[in-house]
């Protein structure tokens, strides 16, 4: 089955700066990559997410971007702000069935 | 608010013992997802249904079992507990089960097995 790998599992940034959170994918024919931001004590909510035809995609200061001949995807946050302090985790789908996780990234912005 | 809804939303219970976490979708999803999510670890896929059919199985104990209603919602009964099940169990919806098809999900329920 499909696995995913993401790194680093901690990031700490200072207010202002860029975070970069990555995702590798094993297989090859998975096409749909969610990104899902987890605040203490709620559920996930998904802040962008990129189909396999598409090699990157912006909303504000949130990208994404992927190489499918790699097999890896990007979160890219810009200009981070206290507020985006929290857990991401990358996905990834083939039939939509069912999608593998990655292990989370525990981000904290610093004032 | 994702528009799924999960009750309870805490639960404590002793080992040995059984509950019944329940899940009603977005309005107009036909699919629904069940994960645990562990202290400190990721999301970890339990089982999928899609209008009623169970359509895909992860790491379920054979504790625990799910079943989606005809009216769409979806309860996970999970059956003599131990401490391990100790986690937090989220449900999640979709329209569909296609390629591409996003999942939106709920707050989740804490269970505390004592």
């Known amino acids: 089955g499909e696995n995913v790998e993401q790194h680093p599992s901690t990031l700490s940034v200072q207010e202002g700066d860029s975070a970069v959170i990555k995702c590798t994918y094993s297989?090859?024919?998975?096409?749909?990559f969610p990104w899902y931001k987890q605040e203490l004590g709620k559920g996930p909510q998904l802040i962008i997410d990129?189909?396999?035809?598409?090699g990157e995609k912006k909303d504000q200061r949130i990208a994404v971007t992927l190489n499918k001949t790699a097999k890896h995807f990007s979160l890219h946050i810009t200009e981070t702000q206290p507020e985006d302090s929290a857990v991401y985790f990358c996905?990834?789908?083939?039939?939509?069935?069912?999608?593998?996780f990655g292990t989370g990234t525990s981000l904290t912005v610093i004032p | 608010d994702s528009g799924v809804t999960q009750t309870p939303k805490h639960l404590i219970t002793a080992t040995g013992q059984r509950v019944t976490l329940r899940c009603s979708p977005r309005?107009?999803?036909?699919?629904v997802y069940w994960y645990q999510q562990s202290l400190d670890q990721g999301l970890q896929f339990l089982i999928q249904?899609?209008?009623?059919?169970?359509?895909a199985k992860g790491n379920i104990l054979e504790r625990f079992s799910a079943q989606q209603f005809p009216d769409l919602h979806s309860e996970l009964n999970l059956s003599s507990l131990e401490l391990g099940d100790s986690a937090l169990y989220f449900c999640?919806?979709?329209?569909?089960?296609?390629?591409?098809?996003?999942?939106?999900f709920g707050e989740g329920s804490w269970l505390t097995v004592v």
């Open positions: 999640a919806s979709s329209v569909e089960q296609v390629p591409g098809n996003t999942i939106y």
């Open positions: 297989d090859s024919a998975s096409n749909y």
């Open positions: 990129i189909r396999s035809n598409v």
């Open positions: 996905a990834a789908s083939l039939t939509g069935n069912q999608f593998y």
């Open positions: 309005s107009g999803d036909l699919s």
């Open positions: 249904y899609y209008n009623g059919e169970e359509r």
